[in-house]
Each structure stands twice: as C-alpha cells, then as structure tokens.
C-alpha cells in the first residue's frame, strides 16, 4: 500500500470555481503534512504546510483529519494559473523523510 | 540565496554510457534527498543524506547507481551503465532538520538515455 494517495484527476473547472482536492495517507505516525504545486516541466514548489487546525492562504484552505487519515485543499474563485499539479505529502517521525503522492492535476478553463 | 543548483539541466546519453548528475544544497541545510520521477511512478525517493552521512538508500534501483556527498555542499548521483529505463528527470532537495519546514527542490536534470 503507497504511503500516499491522491485522485490523480484531471479536474478540469472553469475560471472562478471552487475546486477541492483529497489525499489520504496510511501511516498514523505521520507528523506534517505540505501541499506542493508543480507546474509542467518545473520542480516541485511548496504551496503551504497544513496545520491540525486548518489554515488558509488566500484563496487557499489546507485542512488535516487525522482520525480519518486525511488532508484536503480547497481552492477558490479559480484562475488560469492555478493550472497545475497538486502533490500532496506528508512526513514521518523517523528521520526527515517525505512522502509525496503521485499528484492531481487541475486544469483551469477560460 | 541561489537555492538548490543542479546540472546540468538536460542530459542524452547513449545506453551503456556512465552518467553524474551534481547537485549543490543550500547552504545549512542537513538534509539531501534524490528523486526521480516519471509519469508512471510519479516522484520516488532514491537516497537520502544526512549531515552528509547517507541515511537510506533502499530506493536506489540496482547496483548501476550510487551517490555521494563528500561535503556539506556538493553530492552526485552516478549511473553506470546507463540504460533506456532510466530515463526520467531527477531532482535534488535539501532541508533543514526542523519538522514542518519542507523542501526546496532544485530545478531538476531531465535524463534521457537512448
């Protein structure tokens, strides 16, 4: 079983819409949880951390549940250049090791 | 601070050839990872360092790779033979040891071995 796993997608949505992604993970040890953004051809770029009690940045809300072993990212009032891959991941106890899921792809429609 | 330098940025290589991928972490950070990704498995964890000391390395693939960090700021990843399959693009990231902080990539070597 992967540590991480996402919905690969493609969410295809309109400017303006709301747009939210889940990830669940399998290990309850896991300690911190980041959403990254890729975009094509580009490395990985740390969107925002996720905090126990859900936090938002802007137009973006991160949330964790950790009985149910899940976070999510809700996006808002979508524009074209959310257009990306979403990665979500998660870190564990041991060491400084991280888990990245195989990413959800959001394209965002004029 | 210039982040996370890797080189080069694109490499072709014929099959059988030997490979080095450079990557130079930011300044005071411990740790040093290796990824590869490719679209069938996404990213994967290859090795990582600490303090230069490598940690795991259960990820590297087979024998034909190894890595070194022979200081603070300068590691390798080594293919040799290189092979069709090991076409992807690798990416080095490096961290501090703080909990939460997460990585810095760098811009990645897209590999492709014909």
């Known amino acids: 079983r992967k540590e991480v796993e996402q919905d690969p997608g493609p969410f295809n949505v309109p400017e303006g819409a709301t747009v939210a992604f889940n990830c669940t993970y399998s290990?309850?040890?896991?300690?911190?949880f980041f959403w990254y953004r890729q975009d094509c051809r580009k490395e990985p770029k740390l969107l925002m951390s996720?905090?126990?009690s859900g936090n938002e940045d802007g137009r973006f809300t991160a949330q964790l549940n950790r009985a149910s072993q899940y976070i999510s990212l809700l996006i808002r009032d979508s524009k074209l250049s959310d257009s990306a891959t979403y990665l979500c991941?998660?870190?564990?106890?041991?060491?400084?090791?991280?888990?990245f899921g195989t990413g959800t792809s959001l394209t965002v429609i004029p | 601070d210039a982040g996370v330098i890797q080189s080069p940025r694109h490499e072709v290589t014929e099959m059988g050839q030997e490979v080095t991928l450079r990557c130079k972490p930011i300044?005071?950070?411990?740790?040093l990872f290796w990824y590869r990704q490719t679209m069938m498995r996404g990213l994967e964890l290859l090795i990582y360092?600490?303090?230069?000391?490598?940690?795991?390395d259960s990820g590297m693939p087979e024998d034909r790779f190894s890595a070194k960090m022979p200081n603070a700021s300068f590691s390798t990843l080594k293919i040799q033979p290189s092979e069709p399959r090991d076409s992807a693009v690798y990416f080095c990231?490096?961290?501090?040891?703080?909990?939460?902080?997460?990585?810095?990539f760098g811009s990645g070597t897209r590999l492709t071995v014909v």
């Open positions: 990231a490096s961290s501090t040891d703080r909990v939460g902080y997460g990585y810095t």
């Open positions: 290990n309850s040890a896991s300690q911190s």
């Open positions: 996720v905090y126990s």
């Open positions: 991941v998660v870190n564990l106890i041991v060491g400084n090791q991280f888990y």
């Open positions: 300044s005071g950070h411990d740790y």
């Open positions: 360092f600490n303090n230069n000391v490598p940690i795991d």
